[in-house]
């Protein structure tokens, strides 16, 4: 199936520990987001890749660092997670960065820090 | 700076019914607007996407208009069924590699 695919779908851990959320997109675009959803249900943009490129990081604390090892792929390391990390965090891709044509968006990882 | 105002926050409706969900932004410098449903504990879908030069967008019995000169989306449907119940969110793209949402309208559809 074409689609933006999230690893994993729910993760609870520990405040402290580091973890890590995957991201694969079979769609052949070239930009890729992570988003996050809070208790509220707002959701808000915290990074942007554009061809392996980091185009928008949106005041994110440094704990969280993205690594895109190529254009399908935009992984989320979290170092030392925070009560406050709760939340569900979208991965989502488009296609010819810059004007949102055919954005899809992944269904979540829901990150419990206990 | 951008902002996506999105009333009402939470709107019950008897099935069969019309409604109008409202969407304002500040900068009416948009790309697009771009209406997303999301149901409970899942990801979004895309619904409509109206580029800035439409003025509106359908499909079945969705109906998005765009108003850039008023910074306003409205997302018309029509016969309400409670399969429509979910979050409906709008996002206006600017062009900047990201989209800003507006914080939602949960709708529910009574049987």
């Known amino acids: 199936d074409t689609a933006v695919s999230q690893t994993p779908k729910y993760l609870v851990t520990q405040m402290g520990n580091d973890k890590s959320i995957k991201c694969e997109q079979n769609?052949?675009?070239?930009?890729m987001y992570w988003y996050k959803q809070d208790s509220k249900k707002f959701l808000k943009i915290m990074f942007s890749?554009?061809?392996?490129?980091?185009?928008i990081n949106e005041t994110v604390p440094n704990r969280f660092s993205p690594k895109s090892p190529d254009k399908a792929h935009l992984n989320l390391h979290i170092n030392s997670l925070e009560l406050g990390d709760s939340a569900v965090y979208f991965c989502?891709?488009?296609?010819?960065?810059?004007?949102?044509?055919?954005?899809?968006f992944g269904s979540g990882t829901r990150l419990t820090v206990v | 700076k951008q902002e996506v105002t999105q009333i009402p926050a939470a709107l019950s409706v008897p099935e069969g019914e019309n409604l109008v969900l409202n969407c304002s932004f500040t900068?009416?410098?948009?790309?697009?607007l771009q209406w997303f449903r999301q149901d409970p504990g899942k990801g979004l879908t895309s619904l409509l996407l109206?580029?800035?030069?439409?003025r509106e967008q359908t499909s079945g019995r969705l109906n998005a208009s765009l108003d850039k000169s008023s910074g306003r989306s409205t997302l018309y449907i029509a016969a309400s069924q409670p399969g429509d119940s979910a979050t409906y969110l709008c996002?206006?793209?600017?062009?900047?590699?990201?989209?800003?949402f507006g914080t939602g309208t949960r709708l529910k559809v009574l049987a």
């Open positions: 989502a891709s488009s296609q010819e960065g810059g004007v949102g044509v055919g954005y899809t």
């Open positions: 769609l052949g675009h070239d930009t």
């Open positions: 890749y554009n061809n392996k490129e980091l185009i």
């Open positions: 900068d009416s410098a948009i790309y697009n």
């Open positions: 109206i580029q800035s030069s439409q």
């Open positions: 996002a206006a793209y600017s062009g900047t590699y990201k989209y800003i």
